[in-house]
């Protein structure tokens, strides 16, 4: 299963932009709603269709955070 925070936004207070790589384009919709219900749509996020390097990742995030 999927673990998502039950404290939802406040864990990610400080995160400015998200880079998604996702390997398979099907996972696409899943990913997307998942993300967005834990961090909410305020935050940059872009997705990206990926060859990600190791093979036992679906996807990969590369989180840019700091303060304002």
């Known amino acids: 299963g999927l673990a998502v ?3 939802g936004n ?3 207070g400080l995160l ?3 880079k998604v790589y996702i390997r ?3 996972d696409f919709p899943t990913i ?3 993300i967005e219900n834990s961090i ?3 935050i940059s996020c872009m ?3 990926a060859d990600i390097c190791r ?4 996807l990969e995030i590369e989180a840019i955070a700091g303060e304002t």
Do not use: P, T, V
């Open 40 to 42: 909410g749509n305020q």
């Open 24 to 26: 398979h384009a099907k």
């Open 10 to 12: 406040e864990e990610f």
């Open 47 to 49: 997705y990206l269709l």
């Open 5 to 7: 925070s039950d404290r």
């Open 32 to 34: 997307q709603s998942i």
């Open 16 to 18: 400015r932009s998200l």
């Open 55 to 58: 093979s036992e990742l679906l």
